[in-house]
């Protein structure tokens, strides 16, 4: 048995053309595009601009976000060209499985595992903070309890009364991860339906925070533009670089939480229509549009705000705050924002939870994971049991663990999921010339090479805690793979 064996291209490929078999065929180039931006603008957009700016960047963010969409696009070029040549479920996974064998392709695995399971946590704890906002500023009834609604390291001092209140549980997180996921086991085609849905209203509501709140923007917010360099503290006694270039590249290692999204596309490969053409479609698309949004928005916010703002009064409700503070008359935006939030952050944990479920598939059929994890419903003919699983172990993490921890893992973990992707673009032209290629990364290998440069930057960006948690996580990874997924390997046991 060896830990290097590669999963043959022919027998990948087979299993996508039996696909009929098990994952429907639902999903078209608009879907993709549509599953790609209702993942992409959500927390990272609403919540982590606001974060970037008041621990690294001020108005410079802008900038990281350049950084950022330039490693997702070199990043997104090989995705392309991956996932339109071997249209099957598990993304990153699947490929590394195919040119650099089980033990990679189980790392990848495990960390798809960090990036999807944990990504949609974070997100859910937004919605949990955002629902808050809309019963207290909206709905003007009393806000769900302080001890239920974070998780048991957060605490918070009344400014007035001094009073301490420390987090128990999150049970708003909870229960949008439990729902997510129970609309996921009905069915792929009718997420897609919903997720379409709530995306027209995201964009429809950027645009107009783009548009009006443009008015609003207060030169002297954005001087200096790029902050000099220092360090920052944040609440939870971490140190960030602020300002200067250290500080961009933190930033954009954090906003390159807004971008992921358009990789999780890529797990659906196996139930989209033609995905030869509407794969690159719907990971190029996506990423191209939420770019030219989220520049805007990330000028236009901290124009209109000060990073005191975000650092003190608005926290993870920054933009419905700086809205209701700054854009006078136009309360009703800073409502209708916090309402169609609640709904973009439901979409956001639909792609993730879809993107985890579809990776514990073929993991599943391939062994490294008990084989229940590819069974599939009688009726809707989704992996169920593999959402089942996963809505206690994002649960878990929604309901107990804080929000900025978690998304920075997310980060990380996606990063180098990133850069093995690319380095996959490059072995495959050597060891598969002759493999068929309806789209074509250019410029092979100075396009893969710059993709992991960029994103190992931003890698690097995150600071050592981060690298910390991601080398603990890998760790307990290892220890899965050889005490169980090595044994059970399809692969590796054809007998079993």
């Known amino acids: ?11 990948l490929l087979n299993e996508a053309s039996e696909s009929e078999k098990g994952l429907k065929r639902t999903l078209t180039a608009w879907s993709l595009v549509a599953l790609g931006i209702g993942a992409i603008i959500g927390a990272g957009l609403f919540v982590r601009t606001a ?5 690294n960047a001020g108005p410079s963010v802008t900038i990281a976000f350049v950084l950022a969409a330039v490693g997702c696009a070199l990043a997104g070029l090989c995705y392309a060209e991956l996932s339109s040549s071997i249209p099957i479920s598990g993304s990153a996974y699947t490929y590394t499985y195919a040119t650099m064998g089980e033990l990679l392709a189980w790392i990848i695995g495990w960390d798809l595992i960090l990036e999807y399971a944990v990504g949609a946590a974070t997100v859910g704890i937004a919605w949990s903070e955002y629902l808050n906002n ?8 009393n806000p769900i309890p302080y001890e239920l609604s974070h998780s048991p390291f957060q605490h918070f001092t009344d400014p007035i009364t001094g009073v301490v209140s420390n987090g128990l549980i999150n049970l708003p997180a909870l229960f949008i991860v439990g729902a997510i996921s129970l609309l996921l086991i009905k069915g792929i085609q009718e997420s897609a339906f919903v997720n379409g849905i709530i995306v027209i209203v995201k964009v429809v509501i950027v645009v107009l925070i783009i548009v009006i709140g443009w008015h609003f923007i207060n030169p002297v917010n954005h001087t200096p533009y790029i902050p000099p360099s220092a360090i920052f503290t944040d609440e939870h006694g971490v140190n960030h670089s602020f300002g200067g270039f250290w500080g961009i590249v933190g930033a ?15 797990t659906a490969a196996q139930e989209t229509k033609n995905p030869k053409r509407n794969m690159p479609i719907g990971i190029l698309g996506s990423l191209a549009i939420c770019t030219a949004l989220y520049i805007l928005f990330a000028h236009v916010l901290t124009g209109v705000a000060t990073v005191e703002d975000f650092r003190t009064g608005g926290k993870e409700a920054s933009v419905a705050f700086a809205i209701n503070k700054y854009m006078i008359g136009f309360s009703w935006l800073g409502q209708f924002v916090t309402i169609a939030i609640l709904a973009g952050f439901s979409s956001v944990i639909l792609v993730m939870l879809l993107g985890q479920s579809r990776v514990f598939y073929a993991m599943g059929k391939d062994g490294l994971l008990p ?17 089942l699983v996963i809505l206690v172990i994002v649960g878990l993490f929604a309901a107990f663990i804080p929000g900025d921890i978690v998304g920075d893992m997310t980060s990380i973990g996606t990063l180098f999921a990133f850069v093995l992707v690319c380095i996959s673009v490059i072995i495959l032209r050597k060891k598969e010339p002759n493999m068929v290629r309806e789209f074509r990364t250019p410029l092979v290998p100075l396009i893969p090479l710059l993709g992991v440069a ?9 600071g050592w805690t981060n690298w910390l948690r991601l080398g603990v996580w890998l ?22």
């Open 1 to 11: 048995m060896s830990i290097w064996k590669r999963k043959p291209l022919a027998l």
């Open 51 to 55: 974060m970037a700016a008041s621990q």
């Open 134 to 141: 809309l019963l207290v500023n909206v709905l003007h009834v």
């Open 252 to 266: 954009a290692g954090t906003v390159f939480f807004a971008f992921i999204g358009f990789d999780a596309v890529s």
């Open 371 to 387: 084989s229940f994890f590819s069974d599939l419903h009688s009726k809707y003919k989704t992996p169920y049991k593999a959402n």
């Open 454 to 462: 960029s994103c190992m930057l931003m890698m690097v960006g995150l």
């Open 475 to 496: 760790a307990l990874g290892l220890v899965i793979y050889f005490v169980y997924s090595k044994k059970n390997s399809k692969l590796n046991n054809p007998k079993k």
